[in-house]
């Protein structure tokens, strides 16, 4: 499904419809060139997903052209950015030649991948086919999205994959900067999370006094569009990123002052996680024996335009009410 080319110019930037990178059109043949505000003309991969999608909203909204890359261009997530201004591309992660079209003549090239859907192996596999096929385009910087920890042995699965991925970046030669965001605050939204919290309750198998570091999309997003614009700066860094510290127990408080409604938080034993999910138990084992260790405050100190989120203020922004769960009574 091919969306109508917008018919007006943008601060004189062309905004060009679907590219069709599988059936061979020509993403070259689209103009690189920045206009004299510094507009950047930006790959972004998984952009109709979440990190992905936040990452290309902030771009746009900051004036740059984004080439959304996706398998389903039909999708409404599709349709949703071409309308924010963004060029659509088909593309394959397992199909290097639609990676490779997809990078040509862009400044930036944004790369992720996840475990979740298609296992470890395959995200590795796909994650270095970004790589090789930014390098194949002459992509002059790579940002590549990581997990924090993953350069530290941790043993962890799916924090391994990505640091095969991470290797491979490095030893591609290409300009690149790695960034590795901590545990998601928006975890609490998910399926897995959001069951359990409309039933009042938060159990993790993490110790209800042991600290997690947390980050929201948005700040990733604000934080690595930050990175595409100062790339000298950032240019073969790798840094991990995180908004606020706390426990599970401060996180069930204050979803429950944001909700009013009461969240209580359990810790489950890790014994329970480890009979359905190997992997996720020995990430919660690290999680209480090592934990990430992003420098919060320093970040902070250095990046303030980001408007890293305390969680508090993240919980107070959500919308709870779809989690059903009875309101907190009030008493006088």
């Known amino acids: 499904m091919a969306f109508p080319a917008l018919d007006a110019l943008r601060e004189g930037f062309e905004v060009y419809p679907v590219v069709d990178a599988i059936g061979g059109t020509s993403v070259e043949a689209h103009a690189r060139e920045k206009d004299m505000s510094g507009k950047l003309n930006v790959l972004v991969t998984g952009a109709t997903g979440k990190q992905g999608g936040h990452l290309a909203r902030e771009l746009l909204e900051r004036g740059h052209s984004v080439r959304a890359l996706t398998r389903k261009p039909e999708s409404p997530a599709a349709a949703a950015l071409a309308a924010l201004g963004a060029t659509i591309v088909r593309g394959d992660f397992e199909d290097q030649g639609t990676l490779e079209r997809a990078a040509r003549g862009v400044d930036t090239a944004f790369a992720m991948a996840t475990p979740f859907e298609i296992g470890e192996e395959a995200e590795t596999r796909e994650g270095i086919n ?41 030893r591609s030669g290409v300009p690149f900067t790695i960034v590795a965001p901590v545990f998601f605050m928006e975890n609490f939204l998910a399926d897995y999370m959001a069951d359990g919290i409309a039933k009042g309750s938060i159990a993790i198998a993490v110790p209800a006094t042991r600290r997690m570091q947390q980050i929201p999309l948005a700040d990733i997003a604000r934080f690595t569009a930050l990175v595409i614009e100062r790339r000298q700066s950032f240019l073969g860094k790798r840094i991990d990123i995180a908004s606020d510290e706390l426990t599970f127990a401060t996180a069930a408080a204050a979803i429950s002052e944001a909700s009013g409604r009461h969240i209580e938080y359990t810790a489950l034993p890790i014994d329970s996680v480890r009979q359905w999910n190997k992997d996720l138990a020995h990430m919660y084992e690290w999680f209480d024996r090592v934990g990430y260790d992003a420098d919060v405050v320093g970040l902070r100190s250095l990046y303030p335009e980001v408007g890293w989120h305390r969680f508090s203020t993240w919980a107070a922004e959500q919308d709870w009410s779809a989690t059903g769960v009875p309101v907190t009574p009030q008493h006088a």
């Open 130 to 170: 970004i790589v090789h096929a930014a390098s194949a385009a002459d992509v002059s910087h790579l940002v590549y999205s990581s997990v924090a920890g993953a350069d530290r042995a941790t043993g962890i699965p799916h924090f391994d994959s990505k640091f095969e991925v991470e290797k491979e970046v490095r």
